[in-house]
């Protein structure tokens, strides 16, 4: 039964993960978010964020392919949440799984926002969330 329950949650964290990497696409479509905005790393696990230095916080978004995001740091082209891992690996090696699952819009935000991109997208209007 417990295992029941725990497998059931973990889908259904899943499904939501799934629905916010979609749905802050949406932020785009409805024009908060706009091609050469910059966006910021807000949050990491395991405090981890403390260990990035601020100036390789930073991602523009980029216009084609969409949501994909170039590295202020070093130019490289991403989607937000393999950044994620990226940014990991190179200030805090060994710490995170290579292949961990990060869900990136609960980790960026516009800059100089603290309003992750999962959250925005979730609070949009109806109307403004084409296709969902």
């Known amino acids: 039964m417990v295992q029941k329950r725990a497998k059931e949650a973990k889908a259904e964290k899943q499904a939501v993960a799934k629905k916010d990497r979609t749905s802050w696409l949406s932020l785009i479509d409805?024009?908060?978010l706009q091609p050469g905005e910059e966006l910021e790393l807000i949050k990491l696990p395991k405090a981890l964020l403390l260990q990035v230095p601020?100036?390789?916080r930073l991602a523009q978004l980029l216009v084609a392919p969409k949501g994909q995001v170039?590295?202020?740091k070093d130019g490289q082209v991403d989607s937000i949440s393999r950044l994620?891992?990226?940014i990991c690996a190179e200030f805090a090696p060994?710490?995170?799984p290579p292949k961990y699952p990060f869900d990136g819009p609960a980790y960026w935000a516009?800059?100089?926002t603290k309003v992750?991109?999962?959250d925005l997208a979730r609070n949009l209007p109806a109307e403004e969330?084409?296709?969902l």
């Open 116 to 118: 992750t991109l999962a």
């Open 54 to 56: 601020a100036e390789a």
């Open 30 to 32: 409805a024009g908060v």
């Open 70 to 72: 170039r590295w202020l």
């Open 110 to 112: 516009q800059r100089g």
């Open 84 to 86: 994620c891992a990226v």
């Open 94 to 96: 060994g710490t995170i």
């Open 129 to 131: 969330t084409p296709g």
